[in-house]
């Protein structure tokens, strides 16, 4: 069993893990000959499925196994992001996998340059509780600093893993692009402190305070709360409602979302022809966390049962091949759609 690679995309790859690591502790990461996933299914809350094509965050890549040289790990991600942390300003990174009194490690070897005028002993950057190991010249003029971050992850075997698949949902009715995550982020947090407003914070046994997210096939999306004291919402207008591909998508004059579309208007003041789901607040709020990412989201909306975000990831070519799904872990998933470029 062997997995090496060289990291090309640290920043990418280390603002995955921390939004990655917002919704779960660990993460089961399969990697394969053709792309690299991330998947997180906790108890309760949201479920991530992560398709990372390797050109999005590998230069070089490696992977060999008996099993279709394919590998399955669970990795602590607080672990591997705080590692990730300590090349954020590398000239190179790789990452493999090997061992170390025999247990399994993902061992994560930095190099960095800087200059020097005079000699002198280096100075220790990593991260407090990872093992590191130095490397450097002294002397005057540049040098180089290598430190090897050891993260300790668990191999799974297939059998562990094989059980578990993308779950299945029916099709959406309304599907949008939804402004920044972060500034979503902002007024959702901001209506929850509102909420919280006045309720005890004594009773442990409170419900969670919900937000309602509605959405139509005319750009406009609808962030509410509502509670004994108050009711209030947001509204954004003329987003972008993707188009699906009919080269993908069948019977598209008779997809639930082609039906929406001539319900509703594109001022948001009809209440008809609009898609409804109701999301815990907390949960929300770190879902809210891979706007860091950058690149567009979509929203499904299934009216009444469950909501999908697709977060793409953009890369250094322009495309967008590497996409995160994510959803309630309640209510499950669709198959991904097929939009038309």
Not at 159 to 172: D, F, I, K, M, N
Not at 196 to 218: C, D, F, I, Q, Y
Not at 230 to 244: A, G, K, Q, R
Not at 256 to 272: F, I, V, Y
Request: proline share 5%; glycine share 6%.
């Amino acid at each position: 069993m062997r997995f090496k690679a060289s990291i090309q995309n640290i920043n990418t790859f280390t603002k995955l893990t921390a939004s990655l690591n917002s919704l779960g502790p660990l993460a089961w990461v399969k990697l394969s000959d053709d792309q690299v996933c991330f998947t997180i299914i906790p108890e309760q809350g949201t479920q991530v499925w992560a398709v990372l094509s390797i050109d999005s965050i590998f230069d070089t890549y490696t992977v060999q196994s008996a099993a279709n040289n394919v590998i399955n790990l669970e990795v602590p991600l607080a672990a591997l992001n705080r590692a990730l942390k300590s090349a954020w300003n590398a000239t190179s990174a790789q990452i493999r996998l090997t061992k170390k009194d025999g247990m399994p490690l993902l061992a994560l070897t930095i190099v960095t340059a800087s200059s020097s005028s005079h000699a002198g002993f280096p100075t220790a950057t990593a991260e407090d509780d990872l093992d590191d190991v130095y490397d450097q010249p002294f002397g005057r003029g540049s040098r180089e600093t290598t430190i090897t971050q050891e993260v300790p992850i668990r191999v799974l075997a297939h059998e562990t893993v094989a059980g578990l698949h993308e779950p299945q949902c029916r099709e959406p009715d309304v599907h949008i692009i939804l402004p920044p995550l972060l500034q979503l982020k902002s007024i959702s947090d901001r209506f929850t402190k509102l909420a919280l407003v006045g309720k005890s914070t004594s009773t442990s046994a409170a419900p969670r305070t919900r937000l309602e997210l509605s959405a139509n096939m005319h750009g406009c999306l609808r962030l509410s709360i509502r509670t004994d004291a108050m009711n209030i919402s947001s509204v954004w207008t003329d987003l972008n409602n993707p188009e699906l591909d009919p080269g993908q998508v069948e019977g598209i004059e008779e997809h639930p979302s082609t039906r929406m579309k001539q319900l509703g208007s594109a001022d948001g003041r009809s209440e008809e022809g609009w898609a409804t789901v109701r999301i815990d607040a907390r949960d929300w709020s770190k879902v809210m966390s891979v706007g860091r990412l950058g690149g567009r989201v979509i929203a499904c909306f299934c009216h009444e049962f469950a909501l999908i975000l697709y977060v793409y990831l953009p890369s250094d070519s322009g495309e967008e091949e590497s996409v995160l799904t994510v959803g309630s872990s309640g209510d499950g998933f669709y198959s991904l759609p097929s939009w038309r470029s």
